[in-house]
């Protein structure tokens, strides 16, 4: 007989399967939604459905989309290469859902790249694979032989965990003369069979029946299911027990505790004695359900005996009898509704995260696939979702308790590397119960900010004569990228005079941003120069900003007065003959005080007080006859000329600047004191002997100073390399010893100038290393045109007015300190 049923179980399988392959074709995206229907119990590696196409994924795209399946438990697969959704674990409806009329499970399909997630229910039908079983093999019924023909007694329900038409249908007795079977429907559609009792019985005759009872279910073939019933005929007990209802309603919380009472049920009977004696007891049930309830056998009180729980069952049937002494038996009904409490907190999932997020990810990315349960019912089942935390994330609800993280705005790596957030579960039961769920997303990062320097505009201040490579300045500029994105290099993009010009002025180290001068730079060439330094970063595309360098040359006292006139000779080989052609000065006897006698110009190519001038008379014969303005240069009689006075003077004028240290010229200026210029050529005559033999002594005293110096040159060096053994030179020129920044702003114009006289002359300095005193020889074109012409043809004759103002022609001759050379024209 069960080789018989395989066989025609495979048969029926075989008709099933189908039009259940055939309806696995039809399915429809509604609300992301994807549905199959397939029969139970199909082996390991059966197909479901072509998941991939249906879902609009080509089998190019599915390496790369990463197609996967997300349950709790993994009834099917789905295959990496075509996409097909296969069977992977038995089906079997009866332990997936029980009782229920339908049955399906349901799972999602995640796919990346981007991320989605798409709903899946695969419905599974039932096949008839079960057949209806009794509780009990056998049933042992007593029936007083004074019966009434009419008489039910209930048989209990046979039970099919097969559903539909597949489940059980009706019920049939084996042939006999008493008793025929009658099925009967209850309220909640359970099929349950009463024995009838057709004539009535005859102990003497027959004092026990045992029949056959079948239970039939109405698949294809049908399958069946059998008991014995043994029917004891009693003596006389007229009048069974009836109950005060036929069914009885109780309702209890899920969490009332053991020994809390459902209900009293109550019975009569109208025999006396023994056979009224009633006493009540459940009938024939599964045993879990005798294990959560009692029933007191006097009382007819039914009382809870172990917890319940509404997610595991929801109500419970009971069967309650009552016997009296004689035997008889009465049947009721007691349906126990358990009712839901919210004793189940809802439990979050992340299913998947996508981690990093690139900060520049659009509005609305979804970042993480959230499902959410809860096991309760009604408003205790109903979830909402929040996040907590502040993060520009939001929560969107999915369909079938799933929820999409996305981003709520655009991410900026710069204000929050990441960024921490929980999922907060909450039902609408009372009191609320939550769950959370800690969410940790971080962030990429992206080029997008440029670098910033701490200055739009720098300036630096360098002294002239700096030496090349000097440090300028450091720019700084910053970067809020990460790594190479936020790795700063700098370079010369340009200034006033190009990129080109600007680097041969300055340059700028490409990884700390140092700006060093690529030479001595000269404030009377260049008095200031700007420049464009680069900061650009790292990235792909490199992102870059510019900042101007100004620098300003400040000012040393670095250049002597230069005398203009008187001029000086030509040089220090025609000292001699330049004596004779000296210029001179004719002053008339009856100059009164306050008389103009000459000017002497100056000029000096600093600026500030590095070029104020002033002017000092330091050597005349007659220091009371002679001044000089301060600042004019003006040289006048400080009185009246007298007899007394020497016709020849000589006068020699100090120029000083006004820098630290001052530097100064001399000026020489020859002054003949005669009415009229015939009167000054004899004196001139007596000045040109006097001039041979002073050129002839300090020709002698110059090279005795020269051998002097040689010697103690030699002797220093002899005793320092002796003694200390090491060599060095001593200075035998000195220049000046301090440096004088210049007070002029960037405000400056580039062609200021504040020498007395700006003329393009040449001029060279000497300094003396002992005494500091400076002098000054100044070449100028052209000769003397007027002592040419007073002296052509006679040493001492000439003439010249005293009242005009002296030529710029005219040369002046111009003192050398003792003891100190000639230096070359710079």
């Known amino acids: 007989m069960a080789g018989r049923q395989r066989q025609s179980r495979g048969r029926a399988a075989g008709r099933v399967v189908l039009p259940a392959l055939l309806l696995c074709l039809w ?11 397939i029969p139970e119990e199909l082996g390991r590696g059966s197909l479901v459905g072509p998941l991939a196409r249906d879902l609009g994924l080509s089998p190019a795209e599915l390496p790369a989309r990463k197609l996967r399946l997300s349950a709790e438990k993994q009834y099917f697969g789905v295959s990496g290469e075509s996409g097909n959704l296969y069977v992977s674990e038995r089906l079997d409806r009866e332990e997936m859902c029980g ?19 798409f709903h899946v229910e695969v419905a599974i039908q039932d096949v008839n694979d079960n057949a209806p079983r009794f509780l009990q093999d056998n049933f042992q019924l007593e029936i007083n032989e004074l019966t009434s023909p009419g008489a039910r007694f209930y048989l209990g329900v046979a039970e099919d965990a097969d559903v539909g038409s597949n489940s059980l249908q009706g019920y049939e007795l084996e042939a006999n003369a008493y008793f025929a079977v009658e099925v009967r429907e209850s309220q909640d559609g359970s099929k349950f069979a009463e024995l009838v009792l057709r004539r009535a019985l005859d102990r003497e005759s027959e004092q026990s029946l045992r029949l056959v009872l079948t239970a039939l279910d109405g698949g294809e073939p049908p399958r069946s299911g059998t008991a014995q019933l043994c029917i004891n005929v009693t003596d006389a007990n007229d009048n ?37 004696r009633i006493t009540y007891g459940f009938g024939k049930m599964p045993a879990k359900v005798l294990q959560k309830f009692v029933v007191d056998a006097e009382t007819g009180a039914i009382t809870l005996q172990e917890a319940l729980d509404f997610e595991d069952t929801r109500a419970f049937s009971l069967a309650v009898e009552a016997r009296d002494g004689g035997g008889l038996v009465a049947h009721c009904k007691v349906e126990v509704e358990v009712l839901d409490v919210n004793d189940n907190a809802p439990e979050v999932t992340l299913t998947s995260v996508s981690s990093p997020v690139p900060e520049d990810a659009p509005s609305g990315t979804v970042v993480a696939l959230v499902k959410v349960r809860d096991r309760d019912s009604g408003e205790n089942g109903q979830v909402w979702c929040e996040l907590s935390g502040e993060a520009p994330l939001s929560i969107v609800a999915s369909s079938g308790g799933s929820y999409k993280v996305v981003t709520a705005s655009a991410l900026d790596r710069e204000q929050a590397a990441e960024h921490r957030v929980t999922v907060v579960a909450r039902d609408r039961g009372s009191p609320a119960l939550s ?24 300036s630096a201040y360098v002294a002239e004569n700096n030496a090349a490579g000097a440090p300028v300045l450091r720019v700084r500029a910053r970067d809020a990228d990460a790594g190479a994105n936020g790795r700063v290099s700098y370079w010369l993009a340009g200034g006033s005079a190009g990129a080109a010009g600007a680097a041969a002025y300055v340059s700028v180290e490409a990884r700390s941003g140092a700006v060093y001068a690529q030479r001595s730079f000269d404030y009377e060439q260049c008095r200031e120069f700007a420049v464009a330094v680069r900061a650009q970063d790292g990235g792909a595309p490199a992102r870059s900003s510019t900042a101007t360098v100004r620098v300003f040359v400040l000012d040393r006292n670095d250049n002597a007065p230069r ?215 100044f070449l100028r074109p052209g000769t003397a045109a007027l002592s040419d012409r007073l002296l052509a043809g006679e040493p001492g004759s000439g003439t010249h007015s005293g009242k005009d103002p002296p030529s710029p022609e005219s040369s002046a001759q111009v003192s050398f300190c003792p003891g100190v050379p000639l230096c070359g024209l710079m």
């Open 27 to 37: 399915c429809r995206a509604a609300a992301e939604r994807i549905r199959y229907a």
């Open 99 to 117: 009782e229920s009329a339908s049955c399906s499970v349901s799972f999602e399909a995640l796919v990346q790249n981007p991320l989605n997630v």
């Open 240 to 276: 069974p027990p009836v109950f005060a209802q036929d069914r009885y309603r109780a309702s209890l919380r899920e969490d009332a505790p053991p020994g809390s009472p459902v209900l009293n049920v109550s019975a009569s009977d109208a025999d006396a004695g023994t056979n009224a």
């Open 435 to 458: 769950s959370r769920a800690a969410l940790v997303l971080e962030v990429s990062d992206v080029n997008d900010n440029a670098p910033v320097f701490e200055e739009a505009a720098y």
């Open 563 to 777: 005398v203009l006139w008187p001029a000086a000779s030509a040089g220090a080989a025609g000292a001699a003959a330049g004596a004779a052609a000296a210029p001179f000065e004719v002053v008339p006897r009856s100059a009164a005080a306050g008389y103009l006698v000459a000017k002497v110009v100056a000029v000096d190519a600093d600026a500030g007080r590095n070029a104020w001038l002033s002017y000092e008379l330091v050597q005349a014969a007659e220091p009371a006859l002679f001044r000089v303005g301060l600042h004019s240069g003006e040289v006048r009689t400080a009185r009246a000329v007298s007899e007394r006075d020497a016709a020849k003077q000589r006068l020699v004028a100090v120029v000083k600047d006004h820098g630290q240290p001052a530097l100064s010229a001399t000026a020489t200026l020859h002054v003949v004191l005669a009415e009229s210029l015939q009167e000054a050529l004899p004196e001139l005559s007596d000045r040109d002997a006097e001039s041979e033999l002073t050129s002839d002594l300090n020709l002698i005293l110059v090279a005795a100073l020269a051998v002097v110096s040689l010697l103690f040159v030699l002797t220093v060096t002899l005793i320092l390399f002796f003694k200390c053994r090491r060599s060095r030179s001593p200075p035998v020129f000195i220049t000046s010893d301090k440096e004088l920044y210049s007070s002029l702003g960037s405000k400056a114009p580039y062609n200021y100038c504040s020498s007395t006289l700006p003329l393009p002359y040449s001029y060279e300095v000497c300094l003396a290393s002992e005494s500091g005193q400076k002098d000054f020889t």
